[in-house]
């Protein structure tokens, strides 16, 4: 799934994935995926349904 997402962004932007953070949680009795990484100034924050695959939650900071 990180790898994916990671690939959809780099698509977006140049540069290089760094601080690469993916965590598997329980949620009122569910699982997802906590994933955040940077592509240059800009950091990408996703929450991934661990059972479905589909995106919960999307967003991205930029750093000035």
Request: net charge negative; with cysteine.
């Amino acid at each position: 799934i990180a790898q994916c997402l990671v690939g959809s962004e780099m698509c977006k932007e140049t540069g290089e994935v760094t601080r690469l953070k993916c965590e598997l949680d329980r949620d009122h009795g569910s699982y997802k995926y906590e994933i955040e990484f940077n592509v240059g100034r800009t950091e990408y924050e996703y929450e991934v349904d661990a059972y479905s695959g589909a995106i919960l939650k999307a967003e991205q900071d930029y750093d000035d």
